[in-house]
């Protein structure tokens, strides 16, 4: 079967080295601040000062915590090995391949496609074994085409109706 279009399981965004040097130079500075606080607390003779120093200092800490927190997280992120991406599904002109099921549906046998909100659903009536779901997010789909390019992929095999439907997004506005 030679594929025209092969679906990866998607990889998952790692963080760049600019997001490791922007959260380093973050926590030096705000390591800096936290050292020019602990002075203040201790040369300071107003009890006013030393209060406000301390809350600063409180708040410093909490910021230097949570900065070197996320550039710990970042830093083993980075270190993990990548991993390889997994076939999800193949499509060409005799069919379709599920590689999870590992199950070849040809197109004369599949009574029923639809994507509703980037969820692929396949039914097969004769043999719903066979029949299978899809997230389209969870793949590289989106990387290697748009949304209509990949439908009109399948329209062009798939000489049946294809039912699509696409929540269009909120506004927020609640009506």
Known sequence: MESEITLYTSQQERAGYSTIIL???SSVGLLAAFCAMIFLVITNQNPF???????????IAAFLYASVKILISCIAERM???AKPVKRLSISSKGMFNHRTE????????SEIQI???????????????DF???LSDTDVYKQMTR?????????????????YYTPPSCGCGG
């Open 116 to 130: 509703i909100d980037s969820m692929l659903s396949v039914t097969v009536d004769p043999h719903p074994e066979k």
């Open 80 to 82: 993990k090995p990548v």
């Open 133 to 135: 779901q899809l997230n």
């Open 23 to 25: 959260f380093m130079i």
């Open 148 to 164: 209509e390019d990949f439908e009109n992929l399948l329209k062009h095999h798939y000489k049946k109706e294809i039912y699509t």
């Open 103 to 110: 199950r070849q549906l040809i197109w004369e046998e599949i």
């Open 49 to 59: 000062e030393i209060l406000i120093s301390i809350i600063m200092l409180l708040l």
